[in-house]
T-cell receptor, first 113, second 113 residues
Framework: ETGVTQSPTHLIKTRGQQVTLRCSSQ?????VSWYQQALGQGPQFIFQ???????GRGNFPPRFSGLQFPNYSSELNVNALELDDSALYLC????????????FGPGTRLTVT | AQSVAQPEDQVNVAEGNPLTVKCTYS??????LFWYVQYPNRGLQFLLK??????LVKGSYGFEAEFNKSQTSFHLKKPSALVSDSALYFC???????????FGTGTRLQVFP
């Protein structure tokens, strides 16, 4: 059974640019959630996708957007990058809803300069 | 609003001694509580959850947690600590009527040989 995978591992972008992060959910999982973990803090919920539709959103601006594909993989897109967007971005998948157990990927470390 | 608090930034314990990592919660309705562990440059690994039932929850790697409704606590415990248990531990609560996880600020556990 393959776990949650994320790509790329690390990414460096310049302020104002756009970035796309990718996540492959664990086999059999149709729910994907994205979290942002700033240095020294706990993860903050960005949004969740369930069966290709957004199903809940945290306190993040609209320049954070996402997609879920028919195979349940997912993308996180961030437009107009700001320095404060520098963080570890974590994807978590769950075998449906309610998502009592969420299984996290290793994360993508985004640095905005 | 749902929230958790981890009052200790760091816990130090000698190998072989019992360990406790503290977490208190504030919720509306029934609490759905979780513990996750994060190793350096890694994503979060699920340890255990409390949804309902027995107040003592057993999880992965020999960890357990005690749910105490009167004290609104959900402390993580292990009878005998290992050096390899050294990591960052997060307590989390499920959001009200959502799947989002609300994390504490984390507690760094250091186990000394």
């Amino acid at each position: 059974e393959t776990g949650v995978t994320q790509s790329p591992t690390h990414l460096i972008k310049t302020r104002g640019q756009q970035v796309t992060l990718r996540c492959s959910s664990q086999s059999g999982h149709n729910t994907v959630s994205w979290y942002q973990q700033a240095l020294g803090q706990g993860p903050q919920f960005i949004f969740q996708y369930y069966r290709e539709e957004e199903n809940g959103r945290g306190n993040f601006p609209p320049r954070f957007s996402g997609l879920q594909f028919p195979n349940y993989s997912s993308e996180l897109n961030v437009n107009a990058l700001e320095l404060d967007d520098s963080a570890l971005y974590l994807c978590a998948s769950s075998p449906g809803r309610p998502a009592y157990e969420q299984y996290f990927g290793p994360g993508t470390r985004l640095t905005v300069t | 609003a749902q929230s958790v608090a981890q009052p200790e930034d760091q816990v130090n314990v000698a190998e072989g001694n019992p360990l406790t990592v503290k977490c208190t919660y504030s919720v509306s309705g029934n609490p759905y509580l979780f513990w996750y562990v994060q190793y350096p440059n890694r994503g979060l690994q699920f340890l255990l959850k409390y949804i309902t039932g027995d107040n003592l929850v057993k999880g992965s790697y020999g960890f357990e947690a005690e749910f105490n409704k009167s004290q609104t606590s959900f402390h993580l415990k292990k009878p005998s600590a290992l050096v390899s248990d050294s990591a960052l531990y997060f307590c989390a609560v499920r959001g009200l009527n959502t799947d989002k996880l609300i994390f504490g600020t984390g507690t760094r556990l250091q186990v000394f040989p």
